[in-house]
Nanobody, 126 residues
Framework: QVQLVESGGGLVQAGGSLRLSCAAS????????MGWFRQGPGKEREFVAA????????LYADSVKGRFTVSRDKFENIVYLQMSSLNAEDTAVYYC???????????????????WGQGTQVIVSS
């Protein structure tokens, strides 16, 4: 089975931090690029960050660059999204995704990802 389970969402005050986790199974998913996307109220799903299968290459949306950090623990098969300096624009449901295509580099298009988690809600209060 293929399973991606996000956790770590919740309510946080503006300026605060949260760390999201994505637990992936089976273990072969550790060979794929992983991405984080989000969908805010009344908005389309958008790219947030991605990390290569090795963890050595990362990509970030301009809106989160310098505030968010994506990383992965290959041994534990967990992908993290560390979020800092959160603001109201970060309020969204955050989704973890695996590309499933052995792409040579992380991807920014949602269509490039084959497996998705159910999402975890992040609410940033003023």
């Amino acid at each position: 089975q293929v399973q991606l389970v996000e956790s770590g969402g919740g309510l946080v005050q503006a300026g605060g931090s949260l760390r999201l986790s994505c637990a992936a199974s089976p273990r072969t998913l550790s060979s794929y690029n992983m991405g984080w996307f989000r969908q805010g109220p009344g908005k389309e799903r958008e790219f947030v960050a991605a990390v290569s299968w090795s963890g050595g290459t990362t990509l970030y949306a301009d809106s989160v660059k310098g505030r968010f950090t994506v990383s992965r623990d290959k041994f534990e098969n967990i992908v993290y999204l560390q979020m800092s300096s959160l603001n109201a624009e970060d309020t969204a449901v955050y989704y973890c995704a695996a590309d499933g295509r052995l792409s040579s580099r992380p991807q920014t298009r949602s269509s490039s990802y084959d497996y998705w988690g159910q999402g975890t809600q992040v609410i940033v209060s003023s």
